[in-house]
């Protein structure tokens, strides 16, 4: 099984600006972790340094027995798929099974193999009647799916979100919350940087805030989210989700969910 | 005023009709919303009060667009982008690419339209400082944070001096400090008197601007009302639309057979 | 400075070109351009330099006076004067039309044409064109590093890197048209199809003196090339 180890990972983009200051973290097999920041935090640099698509300027990054830095992207992507946030800029198949494939035939996969991947993906993203259409025929929140599917039908250990619920409807929002929660079932990792804190309380059970290019808060909802935790958050321009401001006012302790606060009334 | 006649539209060699004998008025200060599930026609419905469908984007538009009683068919776009502004949901494709800063970013329309250079002056400042960003004014427009590239966008917009605006879900791809930063600028502006019909996914946000709101299924209205009314309706997740953060955590409680009783 | 500069470029009929740099290396210095114009135009005017000075070198038809030789060739004394002509005029040639580039922004190029009469929606798509590339740049990173992500191989043999073209070229190619069509959708909305002129915010400024250097030049142009031609120089 594969964990995600950072040490000390410094990362500067050509011309100076560093995203990265000295990241210590480690992801282990199984987990479901939202990383949330404000945009400039280095949340997408650093998911991106994962399957080596950035390697640090200095630090390690290791990836199971990999060190990222030493290690294709081509290869490490039998690990860590990673879903980009714009699908306008993924897609380039002409059907929607085509596009489905991709990822997963990149990996090696071949014959009846690769169409039950491909299958499967697209029947938990709701798009099993689209196999033939045209993804550019569907709508963008369709097409954020698809590129959802793709990295599903990868069938890897650790699967990563970039922002996956931007500009879905709540439709496309139930079905990605549903894909979260089957994955944790399966014991794969997850991973999604996400600005609906909302979404990222509901689903995940670990919370990575990053401001500045460090982590300044890691740990369940009901720490991240907990009145206490509130000027940190407010630090990095984030608000706590609603149902955690509801807790605080009814003094009913830490609620980042809505089950939470039910929980909390009940008692 | 805005006011939208039993319009149907159909995108050039589509099968099916988008917009379905609509009705709708905007009347001047108002601010309505539009929510419907994604492919619910809300951003046809933008192109169409906007006039680039069927102007720009051909198709066909039957029924009456009238702007204070005036029938626009026929009318070119030049003239009807001054009555109507169209903000779109990605800021970067909003921009003109031409502009070394802000202000001549926002300059662009009124160039466009040959008044003379204090008079486009004149405008420039007053749009940008309504949204508040008479401090960017020299910035270089691509270099800015998504949020204030959407208010240079809506500013652009209003030096044409429309007094309605449509936005298609102009939040949609801004992080939480963006929305914000455009739900206020959105707000004020409608205290100044611009019309504004927004179509959005957020309701929390429409909440706090709307005073009505239009719920959209398959291209027609499924029913419409006041924000409160319409936003805490049960029929709201059956056409696809999240309710507002209170109208949810209230739902769950009450699901749960309690009360949530919260203090002012 | 733009006009100077396509003068410099015609004047270049004659062996005095070294005069001629005169009119390249001092406005360049002024302009405080200089360490990159020798930079960029050395760089571009290096191989057809190096090949116009070996074939002449060696090979100059008529050529007498030999200098020194490399085995079977030789090179002659004529065939190194000439050379050195046709250097200077590379030299000229490819040091006006850098100067031209460094010192001209090309929105105030595209401004002042547009004031001159040229139609706004041309101007307009000069302008812009210059703007995408870095835009279309970007957009293909971005794509690149997506479909690798998938899985596909940039880092392997030289085929799998071809056959890793479609899924990058495509998206590129379709992204740069959608984003087009929402632009010009924008555009439009800001009235950019209303017939007619549009004002100008500003344009760069044209002082009398530029006008008459501006006739001088042509001027001198017309006066060497007729002297040319009389056979006088």
Redesign the interface.
């Known amino acids: 099984m594969s964990d995600i180890r950072c040490a000390e990972l410094r990362f500067e983009y050509p011309g100076g600006v560093r995203a990265l200051d000295g990241v210590n973290m480690s992801i282990r097999a199984g987990e479901r972790v939202a990383i949330v920041g404000?945009?400039g935090s280095g949340k997408t640099t650093l998911v991106?340094h994962f399957?080596g698509?950035l390697r640090p300027t200095s630090g390690t990054v290791t990836v199971g027995d990999a060190d990222s830095s030493r290690t294709?992207?081509?290869q490490l992507?039998?690990s860590v798929?990673?879903?980009?946030q714009?699908p306008?800029?993924?897609?380039?198949?002409g059907s929607v099974e085509s596009e489905v494939a991709?990822?997963a035939r990149?990996?090696g996969r071949r014959g009846q193999d690769l169409s039950d991947a491909v299958e499967g993906a697209l029947e938990s993203v709701g798009l099993g009647g689209e196999k033939r259409t045209n993804p550019?025929d569907l709508?963008?929140?369709?097409r954020k799916l698809l590129t959802i599917a793709?990295?599903l039908a990868?069938n890897t250990p650790i699967v990563v979100l970039d922002e996956p619920t931007?500009?879905?409807?709540?439709?496309?929002?139930r079905i990605i919350e549903a894909i979260v929660k089957q994955l944790g079932n399966d014991g794969r990792t997850v991973i999604a940087v996400s600005?609906d804190?909302?979404f990222v309380a509901e689903n995940f059970e670990r919370v990575v805030v990053m401001r500045q290019g460090k982590i300044v808060t890691d740990g369940p909802p009901e720490q991240v989210f907990a009145e206490e935790s509130w000027p940190t958050l407010r630090s990095t321009?984030?608000?706590p989700?609603?149902?955690a401001t509801?807790g605080a006012?009814?003094g009913l302790g830490s609620t980042p969910t809505?089950?939470s606060?039910?929980e909390a009334?009940?008692s | 005023m805005l006011a939208l006649e039993r319009v149907s539209y159909r995108y050039p060699g589509a099968p099916r009709l988008a917009l379905r004998d609509f009705t709708l008025t905007l009347n001047d200060g108002e601010v309505v919303g539009v929510v419907g599930?994604?492919?619910s026609g809300k951003s046809t419905l933008a192109l169409v009060c906007s006039g680039l469908a069927p102007r720009s984007i051909g198709g066909s538009l039957t029924g009456r667009l009238l702007v204070d009683g005036d029938d626009m068919q026929g009318r070119p776009m030049h003239e009807m982008a001054a009555h109507i502004g169209i903000c779109f949901?990605n800021p970067t494709s909003q921009l003109s690419q031409v502009a070394a800063t802000v202000f001549e970013e926002v300059a662009f329309g009124p160039l466009n339209l040959g008044l003379d250079r204090l008079e486009v002056a004149r405008r420039t400042t007053s749009a940008l400082e309504k949204l508040g960003i008479g401090s960017l004014a020299e910035r270089d427009p691509e270099r800015l944070?998504?949020g204030q590239m959407q208010l240079v966008a809506v500013a652009g917009l209003l030096a044409m001096d429309p007094r309605h605006l449509v936005l298609d879900?102009p939040t949609?791809?801004l992080?939480?400090?963006?929305k914000r930063l455009v739900a206020d600028s959105l707000a004020s502006l409608a205290r100044s008197g611009t019309a504004l019909l927004i179509a959005e996914?957020d309701t929390?946000l429409l909440a706090g601007l709307c005073s009505r709101v239009v719920v959209l299924d398959t291209g027609a209205i499924a029913y419409e009302g006041l924000t409160p009314e319409v936003l805490a309706d049960e029929r709201l997740?059956e056409f696809?639309?999240?309710p507002p953060?209170?109208v949810?955590?209230r739902r769950?409680?009450e699901s749960?057979g309690?009360h949530?009783?919260?203090?002012a | 400075m733009v006009t100077a500069a396509a003068a410099v470029v015609l004047g270049g009929v004659f062996w005095p070109l070294v005069i001629v740099l005169g009119a390249v290396l001092i406005p360049a210095s002024i302009a405080g351009v200089l360490p990159t114009l020798l930079r960029y135009s050395i760089l571009f005017s290096l191989p057809i330099a190096i090949s116009a000075l070996l074939v002449n070198l060696f090979f100059f038809p008529g050529g007498q006076t030999i200098l020194f030789q490399i085995g079977p060739i030789s090179a002659t004394a004529e065939g190194l004067s000439f050379a050195i002509e046709i250097l200077c005029r590379i030299a000229a040639f490819s040091g006006a039309i850098t100067l031209f580039y460094l010192t001209t922004k090309p929105t105030e190029l595209v401004l002042d044409l547009e004031r001159r009469g040229v139609s706004p929606r041309l101007a307009f798509v000069a302008n812009a064109s210059v703007q995408t590339v870095p835009a279309m740049a970007e957009?293909a990173q971005?794509?690149v590093?997506?479909?690798?992500?998938?899985?596909?191989?940039?880092?392997?043999s030289v085929w799998r890197r071809f056959r890793g073209l479609?899924?990058?070229v495509?998206?590129v190619v379709?992204?740069s048209i959608?984003e087009v069509e929402e632009r010009s959708m924008a555009l439009e909305a800001r009235g950019f199809t209303r017939p007619g002129k549009r004002s100008l915010l500003w344009f760069p400024p044209d002082s009398p003196l530029q006008r008459i250097f501006r006739w001088l030049l042509v001027v001198g142009l017309g006066a060497i090339v007729a002297a040319r031609a009389a056979g006088l120089i």
């Open positions: 404000q945009n991106r399957n698509l294709r992207v081509a992507a039998a798929a990673l879903a980009f714009d306008d800029k993924q897609i380039f198949a991709f990822g990149n990996l550019y709508g963008y929140s369709r793709s990295v990868m931007t500009g879905q409807d709540l439709r496309g929002v600005h804190l909302r321009n984030l608000e989700p609603y149902a509801v006012r009814l809505l089950a606060v039910v009334l009940e | 599930a994604s492919e949901q944070s998504g879900e949609a791809q992080d939480p400090a963006g996914h929390d997740t696809g639309i999240e953060s209170d949810a955590l769950e409680v749960a309690l949530l009783d919260l203090p | 957009r971005q794509i590093a997506a479909q690798r992500a998938r899985g596909l191989d940039t880092e392997g479609v899924p990058i495509g998206p379709l992204g959608t």
